[in-house]
């Protein structure tokens, strides 16, 4: 019998699974692995909503997921306005560790593959020594040519959690292409869980980006490149392109609905001029 999963409300047109805590997330994977299913994984984030609307691929490669998980306060904001419901976050990191964590007690086997050399052999240190039981089988940096010779390596392994360190959305692309090739219970594509789960950034966040749900800011401020300020750029985009009103949303549902019908008002000029 296929596992249920929490019925996916549409933001933007890209399905949430609304989970009510990690708990219920990790019994959810438990179950997949026990009954030999698989499934795959995707952390949705207002970028990835953003990029999705005007690339299709990924919207496709979304779309073929089994699994999307709330991976942003700006989606739960959404998901809020749009709907009327609270649902909650359950981000990628968080729900790696969770899910490393119960693994090291169940003794599920887990192949890490992606980041650089370093990052990932550092991911492999830190994981055994916070879950002393974790059965990591096989890993495997991202810079790599050959699919078919790493997806032996991984179906050799018997993993029974494969964790994509790509970027977005080059891991979605990938798992979604060799979905039906990989022999694999469970596939989440974790981005840059690496750099944030165990503090290896690649520079200081700036002071003040740190609070708490702040995770965006902390992101662009912690990627000083072109194409961190860039994915900054685009989220930017997106928290604008929702028409946000969030002074209306404490006025009970009546504020709810003028926020929401704003909301689509802008949505639906914004789509017509684009189309």
């Known amino acids: 019998m296929p596992v249920s999963f929490p019925e996916s409300i549409s933001i933007m047109g890209i399905g949430i699974n609304p989970f009510k805590s990690y708990s ?10 026990a009954e030999g299913g698989r499934s795959f994984c995707a952390a949705v984030n207002p970028e990835k909503v953003y990029r999705a609307i005007n690339d299709r691929a990924l919207a496709e490669a979304l779309s073929r997921a089994d699994l999307r998980i709330c991976d942003g306060i700006g989606v739960a904001w959404a998901a809020r306005i749009l709907t009327g419901r609270r649902i909650r976050r359950c981000t990628g990191v968080d729900l ?76 979605e692309f990938w798992i979604a292409k060799n979905r039906s090739r990989l022999n694999v219970p469970f596939c989440m594509g974790v981005g840059g869980t690496w750099f944030d789960g165990f503090g290896i950034w690649r520079s200081r966040p700036w002071r003040g980006c740190t609070f708490p749900r702040n995770d965006y800011l902390r992101f662009i401020s912690a990627e000083r490149t072109a194409a961190g300020w860039w994915k900054g750029i685009r989220c930017t985009r997106y928290i604008r392109m929702r028409g946000l009103r969030w002074r209306f949303l404490p006025c009970g549902k009546r504020g709810a609905r003028i926020t929401r019908t704003r909301w689509i008002a802008v949505f639906d000029g914004w789509w017509r001029r684009r189309n």
């Open 96 to 171: 790696f560790l969770a899910l490393a964590e119960k693994g090291a007690s169940l003794g599920w086997k887990v192949f890490l593959l992606g980041a650089g050399p370093e990052s990932n052999d550092g991911a492999c240190r830190v994981l055994r020594a916070r879950y002393p039981g974790l059965v990591i089988v096989g890993q495997r940096h991202g810079f790599f040519e050959n699919d078919g010779e790493i997806i032996d390596q991984i179906n050799a392994s018997g993993a029974d959690l494969l964790f994509v360190a790509m970027g977005s959305p080059r891991q």
């Open 24 to 33: 219920q997330a990790t019994s959810c994977v438990a179950a997949v692995i």
